[in-house]
């Protein structure tokens, strides 16, 4: 078995292609007035256009027409003056009409790009086409052990997510990646979603599959003319496992085409518990949906200047937006990628808007906290400390009355659910000793307690002051400044 990437791209190349659908945030569905409530009880948001039931006319939904057309301009699309829906039919428990109203060859969003980058490299990633569709409902296999059909003893069919608005982003084949093929995939989708995010239509949720990814993936031998057989690994729930899946396609293509066998087109499921795909079912060419004109719905013929109205009102689009946070904050570009990739960026932004500086936000965030993350198993925004928590612990830093000692102790506390930073300094009597009668009485005492010493520092031996300082140090349980208590001791022993 072929089991290094490396060795893999020495002998073929790979092509590499996503399909990415993103459940819009509109209120109401697609083609009806059903609500788009997430998590509702089953079969509870239906009604009979989104069950598909006879004599039942779909209505065009405005708002999510709107939301497509702004993603086709954020992803530097041609924007169609003129397009229509279709029909695409297959049979499956989850799709009420057996059919699906789609998009087939006059797409609304066409001809786009989306720049990431991977590993210092700018590549592009170009759009064949944005469409807009519905959603299908959602099937649950119970009674077996793995979840799938294989094995269960009943199925059920949940209809509340059909007829949800659904958009689909298909990118054109991206060859020459390389070894970064699986890297290119993940930073597409991340940016993507990021993309999405920053125009308010979804919430791109993947672990709620308001944003899934089928990707497809195919070997050619070095030097041949003509690409590979591809595979489609459907509904990848992660960006990890969508780096995941085009490794461990990369790798089972290759073991196949090194033994002279063939690679079958057809769709996989990605197993996220090992990382490997296995086959699901061979996979469907256009003409077996038997596509032919939606004669429900009227063609869409978007306003131009509407459309130039939707362009005028997009938002700082984040690749703008890092550039742009980068120089006011005074990064460097490998500060910047630090941060991106430690998905820190926003609790960054957020820490320096409470009131930090953007190099001890970063600091705290790809320091700290980023081990304690770790230490957990969890995602940076999930540790437990808020933006506002961080910047609140720096303040108190940078007004002098915690020591950096003294601040990692109040985070643990907040990080422990105790409450905000300055909750935490309360209940545990964290707050520095800044009072000069008490500091004076302190040092007193440790020079009284360590006549020895005190007579070295008096000759003039500074370093042995540092005893003198610990002493007070562990007097006061760490809560005095160090350099306050450093200067005291030899201003009293310069002084007699």
Same mark, same amino acid.
């Given at each position: 078995m072929v089991t290094d990437i490396e060795d893999v791209v020495r002998r073929y190349e790979p092509v590499i292609g996503l399909e990415v659908h993103v459940e819009l945030g509109t209120r109401t569905k697609m083609f009806c007035g059903c609500p788009t409530e997430f998590g509702a009880p089953p079969n509870s948001q239906v009604c009979p256009v989104c069950l598909g039931l006879p004599g039942s006319l779909p209505v065009a939904n405005q708002a999510a027409i709107e939301a497509i057309i702004r993603i086709g301009l954020a992803l530097n699309c041609d924007i169609a003056d003129?397009?229509?829906?279709?029909?695409?039919?297959?049979?499956?428990?989850?799709?009420?009409k057996n059919f699906q109203i789609s998009q087939y060859d006059?797409?609304?969003?066409?001809?786009?790009?989306?720049?990431?980058?991977?590993?210092?490299?700018?590549?592009?990633?170009?759009?064949e086409r944005v469409h807009l569709e519905e959603d299908t409902g959602k099937t649950l296999h119970v009674g077996g052990a793995t979840g799938r059909i294989h094995g269960a003893t009943e199925s059920l069919v949940d209809y509340n997510r059909a007829g949800i608005p659904l958009v689909e982003i298909v990118t054109k084949p991206v060859p020459g990646a390389g070894i970064l093929a699986p890297s290119v995939a993940r930073a597409y989708v991340t940016e993507l979603r990021d993309v999405i995010r920053s125009l308010g239509v979804s919430d791109v949720k993947m672990e709620q599959g308001s944003l899934r990814c089928d990707v497809n993936t195919s070997l050619t031998p070095v030097g041949a003319a003509a690409w590979g057989t591809r595979t489609e690994t459907k509904n990848v729930n992660s960006l990890r496992s969508v780096e995941r899946a085009v490794r461990s396609e990369m790798l089972r293509q290759a073991a196949l085409l090194d033994r002279g066998e063939t690679v079958v087109q057809e769709t996989r499921h990605f197993h996220e518990e090992t990382g490997d795909t296995t086959a699901g079912r061979s996979k469907e060419t256009a003409t077996d949906y038997r596509y032919f004109p939606e004669p429900d719905l009227v063609p869409l013929a978007p306003d131009p200047s509407w459309v130039e109205q939707l362009r005028a009102g997009l938002p700082e689009l984040p690749r703008a937006r890092r550039e742009r946070l980068a120089q006011e904050w005074g990064y460097s570009d490998l500060d910047m990628q630090a941060v991106i990739n430690a998905g820190a960026l926003e609790l960054v932004a957020a820490t320096v808007a409470a009131g930090a500086t953007a190099e001890a936000a970063r600091k705290w965030w790809l320091g700290e906290l980023s081990r304690r993350a770790n230490e957990a198993g969890v995602e940076l925004a999930e540790v437990g400390a808020a933006p506002s928590d961080v910047a609140a612990i720096q303040q108190l830093i940078d007004e002098g009355k915690l #020591? %950096?000692?003294?601040?990692? &102790?109040?985070?643990?506390?907040?990080?422990?659910?105790?409450?905000?930073?300055?909750?935490v300094i309360s209940a545990r009597g964290l707050a520095m000793? #800044? %009072?000069?009668?008490?500091? &004076?009485?302190?040092?007193?005492?440790?020079?009284?307690?360590?006549?020895e010493v005190a007579a070295k520092v008096r000759d003039g031996k500074v370093t042995a002051a540092g005893v003198l300082v610990g002493a007070v140090m562990k007097a006061t349980r760490g809560q005095a400044d160090a350099k306050t208590v450093r200067d005291l001791v030899l201003a009293r022993l310069s002084s007699g």
């Open positions: 003129w397009c229509r829906f279709a029909r695409k039919n297959y049979f499956y428990p989850d799709m009420p006059e797409p609304l969003c066409t001809d786009g790009w989306l720049d990431v980058l991977v590993d210092g490299e700018q590549v592009r990633v170009g759009i #020591s %950096d000692k003294l601040a990692r &102790t109040v985070l643990e506390g907040v990080l422990a659910g105790e409450g905000d930073p300055a909750t000793v #800044s %009072d000069a009668e008490t500091l &004076t009485t302190a040092v007193d005492e440790a020079i009284a307690a360590n006549p």
